[in-house]
């Protein structure tokens, strides 16, 4: 073999790889493999480590560990800890990756570097790592060498791709960072659509779960954090969970807990003790209703609070928004505020102070139930007896409950 021979056979291997893949076929190869990434994110870090939601049968459970060894040099232990600790501590000073506390722009574009120092905190790992792997490989190659599978990785597409394959293991590498560490944890706190008004500010970033696993639904997981599914209205999709389906049906997974769905008994007329189980069990779906009532309510009491010459469309507009707020997390400023146009509205203020007084229902443990039933049949008696429509009518709902 002459040299000029060599020469032309580097420059073809450094050119394509040992594949030979057109442009199209790496960018088809790099949307596979980097969706893979995520789904072992979300269903065996997330939903499997992190909350519990199911079991995973030893095949699947090492290939994802494996996968993200290979992939993002990422050490089980670690993201579960910092994960349950981001729940534990949501959207204070002591949440590791908060944009409410730290500025979205910090979480947007330096997630991962908050996700790397928070890792590192031994009181974390101590206090919230608890029931992650120990075995042999866990120990001595995934935690020991988390460094090993991203360069593995980067030798492999060289292989594979050629000089190109240095760019799909830049996306590669850039993927959970950018997806999980920024996307996630910093727009999914700072702008969306809430179904639930949890205590947090985790948002529904769009209702198509597919680019990030089902992650993009992260009201509905902070409202229900240990759910196996994420997807809670019908038009909601959350493709993590089709796949946990699936390997449910091949038995490969068992899925241990999902978001309670509630149900209604039609023409129910009194308020049971099913109907306060069922009120309790699924009081952020109870809140979430609420909340469209006093939608309707305000829609009805606009003509005339425009009619005020001394309510600007800036006042009445900020006060459509406090008024869709959880009543405990208003500061004293938004108090007053609303407590200036419920002198221009009745209605309003009555929508709001039932609002409190139903949260009392699941809010205050040392009442019997007895005592609670007692108090949502009178919640529901004078409710009804508002003359307010969309306060009777939800309340006719809620009597439903089963």
């Known amino acids: 073999m002459t040299l000029s021979s060599v020469v032309n056979a580097t420059l073809e291997f450094l050119a394509s790889g040992i594949t030979g893949f057109s442009g199209w076929q790496v960018f088809f190869y790099t949307l596979v493999v980097t969706h893979i990434t995520i789904a072992s ?196 999709v959350d493709i993590g969970w089709a796949y946990i389906r699936g390997l449910e049906m091949l038995g490969l997974a068992k899925v241990k807990k999902r978001a309670p769905e509630p149900k209604f008994l039609q023409g129910k007329l009194e308020a049971d003790f099913d109907t306060l189980q069922s009120v309790i069990a699924n009081r952020y779906d109870v809140m979430s209703k609420y909340a469209k009532s006093i939608k309707h309510a305000w829609k009805e009491e606009l003509a005339q609070l425009k009619g005020k010459a001394e309510l600007e469309a800036r006042f009445l507009n900020s006060s459509r928004k406090l008024l869709q707020r959880e009543p405990g997390k208003l500061e004293g400023s938004q108090r007053q505020q609303l407590s200036e146009l419920f002198q221009h509205s009745k209605a309003l203020e009555t929508m709001h102070q039932m609002r409190v007084e139903l949260g009392v229902i699941w809010e205050r443990s040392h009442f019997t139930r007895d005592q609670l039933l007692h108090k949502l049949q009178d919640w529901c008696n004078r409710a009804e007896a508002s003359g307010i429509k969309s306060l009777q009518e939800f309340s006719l709902r809620l009597r439903s409950y089963a």
């Open 41 to 236: 994110v979300t269903i065996y870090l997330h939903r499997h480590q992190a909350h519990r939601a199911l079991e995973l049968h030893a095949i699947p459970s090492h290939f994802f560990r494996f996968w993200l060894w290979l992939t993002t040099g990422q050490v089980t232990k670690e993201w579960a800890a910092v994960h349950r600790k981001h729940h534990a501590k949501c959207d204070t000073e002591e949440d590791p990756h908060s944009p409410v506390t730290r500025g979205i722009k910090k979480v947007l574009f330096e997630g991962a570097e908050l996700y790397r120092i928070e890792s590192k905190n031994l009181e974390t790992m101590e206090k919230y790592g608890h029931g992650t792997p120990t075995d042999w490989m866990e120990r001595n190659v995934y935690t020991r060498y988390s460094w090993a599978g991203v360069v593995s990785l980067l030798l492999i597409n060289i292989a594979l791709f050629g000089v190109i394959g240095v760019s799909v293991w830049a996306v590669q590498m850039m993927w959970i960072p950018i997806t999980a560490a920024g996307i996630i944890n910093g727009i999914g706190h700072y702008w969306g659509y809430r179904n639930y008004e949890c205590s947090d500010a985790a948002t529904n970033i769009i209702p198509f779960g597919i680019l990030i696993g089902g992650e993009e639904l992260h009201n509905n997981h902070h409202t229900f954090a240990t759910s196996a599914k994420l997807s809670s209205k019908w038009y909601e």
